[in-house]
């Protein structure tokens, strides 16, 4: 499966499958020793693969949902930095100190001294206000719902204001967005359309050459931290086709890629260039369209179905079958059990039943008044309990899970079909709730607080009836007035006693509801060939999200890695 942007001004993620068909891809822009003659035979180099295939579209503008990944991170930089691949602070970028007003209705932020940008000119706190003024003013650049005006109080000082508690957008803004040069961007005649080919940015490597098979970047000499980045260059190439990702990696043409491939541990087992990491983030889950009041059809719509699906299936075997016995176990309250753990308030809740509890689903479905019939399919009032989960034509492992799930549930009485789309087809159906079940992976938020999966996926603002696009997040239909009052409550609050108080009571009603049933946290696996450069993060060190395609931690790793000397 190819790189996705799921929604746009989200997160850029390859889905579960996204990964699975890169399973070999034949190079079309590298030949040689030399990978992809990055630095013409000079300087440090290396060579990454993101997931462009065929032509690459220029585009560096740091507002666009269709920007080049390097674009956010490692061109262009944030205020802080938030990594997802393990629980840590907020690292300070281009600000280096920011507090609220007791209300939360101002955010006083304090920018770094001596950063240029990368055409000389000096950075302040006037770039960042104008960078938020030039959102809060084009309805199509605020993807994130920024509600607020900013003002430059001095060349290191800028307040922004809102006109209700904002505390919980504070990761949004600090962390997810690209900070603009004013001497620039206050001369672009349109900032949505803007390509913005000689981007200036403050990040750690500049643009060097573009073409339609491969661009590259150089280092900023001017970078603001000492010593960084070490290497001199970094070529982004695309690839024709999805058959040979192995070939390229052994050959020594591919520096850094994500791909799910199989047999990887036997793959790189005679390699002593060649090494992985895995970051589990994205918890595998069958979404249902679980609310027969907006319009869902099916015998998902009743909960002891769900809870019956939730404890029917073995996840041991479904991670062994399609996930390469690399996958994370999930959890029923959608929170990463490792990195999240001190958010998960019940310990029974930490992690999703790994073998399959038939006796527990049977007993659900008895309950319900769903009974066994003659061909061994349960039925109740006449429906007999069939349903049809959906998911994209090529995307392997999770063809492999539902194929799975189908003889599991088969044990208790259900009668699963799986079906294969077009991507345009499954995406089509889960925003406009024409589906009953459908698999697709969630996770990556602006930063590990609760609020935004619980929010995005459970609260009723973020859905529609089924017909209407629900493009904020709940694809499940899901309305719970419990739920919403919690999540706005969490909301309204940044002390996390009282949030922990309020996801407590979210994580209760969502346990026993299950409109998103989590099978596993998918493998994120991303290879390296340490050949050409050393530092890269490692099972033991996740010191930034590893990941090829991903925006932000990119630029922390190409400045962290180092030239191999030989």
Not at 7 to 36: E, F, H, I, M
Not at 133 to 152: D, I, S, Y
Request: net charge negative.
């Amino acid at each position: 499966m190819l790189l996705f942007t799921r929604r746009p001004g989200r997160r850029l993620a390859w889905t579960a499958a996204a990964v699975a068909s890169v399973a070999a891809l034949s190079l079309s822009a590298c030949s040689g020793s030399d990978p992809a003659g990055a630095n013409g035979g000079s300087g440090s180099a290396i060579t990454v693969f993101n997931g462009a295939t065929g032509t690459i579209t220029e585009n560096f503008n740091p507002f666009s949902p269709t920007a080049l990944q390097p674009t956010l991170g490692v061109i262009f930089e944030s205020l802080y930095w938030y990594n997802l691949a393990s629980e840590s602070e907020p690292t300070p970028m281009l600000a280096t100190g920011h507090e609220w007003n007791e209300d939360g209705t101002e955010l006083t932020i304090t920018t770094r001294e001596g950063v240029k940008w990368n055409d000389g000119e000096p950075f302040s706190a006037a770039d960042v206000a104008f960078t938020f003024n030039l959102v809060n003013e084009t309805p199509e650049l605020n993807t994130t719902g920024l509600a607020a005006t900013a003002e430059a109080t001095d060349e290191n000082t800028v307040v922004l204001s809102f006109a209700e508690q904002s505390f919980m957008q504070e990761p949004e803004i600090l962390g997810n967005r690209g900070i603009v040069p004013e001497h620039i961007w206050k001369d672009v005649a349109d900032p949505v359309t803007e390509v913005n080919s000689n981007p200036v940015g403050t990040g750690a490597f500049k643009v060097k050459s573009f073409s339609a098979q491969s661009y590259a970047l150089e280092k900023n000499a001017d970078y603001w931290e000492e010593g960084k980045p070490a290497i001199d260059e970094v070529r982004y190439i695309s690839l024709e086709t999805a058959d040979a990702a192995s070939a390229a990696l052994t050959a020594g043409q591919v520096d850094w890629m994500s791909a799910f491939l199989p047999g990887l541990e036997q793959l790189l087992k005679d390699q002593e260039d060649l090494a992985y990491v895995n970051t589990p983030a994205l918890t595998t889950s069958i979404y249902t369209c679980s609310n027969a009041e907006l319009g869902c059809e099916g015998p998902q719509t009743d909960v002891a179905v769900r809870q019956a699906i939730y404890h029917a299936i073995d996840r041991t075997q479904l991670n062994n079958l399609a996930g390469g016995g690399f996958a994370g176990e999930g959890s029923p309250t959608l929170l990463l059990p490792e990195r999240d753990a001190k958010w998960i308030v019940d310990p029974e809740h930490k992690v999703a039943p790994q073998t399959a509890d038939t006796a527990t689903a049977n007993q659900i479905l008895d309950a319900a008044g769903w009974t066994l019939g003659a061909d061994g399919i349960r039925v109740k009032d006449g429906q007999k309990l069939a349903l049809t989960i959906q998911t994209v034509t090529g995307w392997s492992d999770y063809i492999s899970l539902n194929d799975a799930m189908r003889q599991q549930l088969k044990e208790v009485g259900i009668d699963l079909t799986p079906t294969q789309l077009s991507w345009n087809e499954w995406n089509a159906n889960q925003t406009g709730g024409t589906f009953q079940l459908s698999l697709d992976s969630i996770g990556l938020y602006a930063s590990p607080n609760p609020y935004y999966p619980y929010n995005q996926r459970y609260h009723s603002d973020n859905t529609t009836p089924v017909g209407e696009s629900a493009i904020s997040g709940n694809f499940a239909r899901y309305s719970n007035p419990v739920v919403d009052a919690a999540v706005r409550a969490a909301g309204s609050t940044n002390d996390e006693a009282e949030q922990l108080a309020q996801y407590a009571i979210v994580q209760e009603q969502i346990v026993n509801d299950l409109p998103y049933i989590p099978i596993y946290i998918n493998s994120t696996l991303t290879e390296f060939n340490t050949s050409r450069a050393e530092g890269w993060p490692t099972n033991d060190d996740k010191y930034a999200f590893a990941a090829s395609w991903k925006a932000w931690d990119n630029g922390i790793i190409l400045k962290t890695i180092t030239p191999v000397t030989k």
